[in-house]
């Protein structure tokens, strides 16, 4: 693979996928986050509504948050009875971002992208994290829920998202040997965040094609 891919987990809040579209506009490239899923639908054929549901179901399965099903890349086939089941739609996600890669240079958002594409070598995997205090300050600004209501949110989004990685991955989402790159958003500051990860592409002698 020639092409640069810069993946973003990020905690709810901190601002990650604010600069995962800062940086990708500051190397004129796309970033994708939801149009995976129109991607993916458009490829397999499946609804684009029933990858938007995959979620939601797995938050309800009360086998979630102890099961693991770690992504090994296949995809079925139509055939198949599992062809729509939630494994399998994170495949076509998962072969959608393969697909990109020898494509284009392009940031990521979240998809558990940095296991996904941890065989690439022009790959940067960056966790956006900062003190919950900053992380609901900032998500206060743009919803309208009471700061109790906030705060719940806030901690649900963060625990789906660690028991969503660890099912597809096998692996901790907060667990720093994941990434090249953690950076606290409250003291770098979002543009900050975009300059700490283009210096550190400048030390892998990584460049956008």
Known sequence: MSHTVITIARQYGSGGKTVGKMLAEDL???CYNREILRMASDESGISEELFGKADERLKSSPLYRIAKRVYT????SPDSDDFVSNDNLFNYQAKILKQLAEEESYVAIGRCA???LKEYDDVVSVFIHAPFDFCLEQAMKKFSKTEDEMRKYIQKTDKHRGDYYKYYTGQEWYDARNYDLCLDSSKLGFDGCVEAIKAYMQ???LEIK
């Not at 890349?73 to 079925?76: A, D, N, R, Y």
Request: proline share 0%; glycine share 24%.
């Open 28 to 30: 004129g490239i796309h």
């Open 114 to 116: 940095d296991y996904v």
């Open 203 to 205: 030390v892998r002698g």
């Open 73 to 76: 890349g296949e995809v079925l």
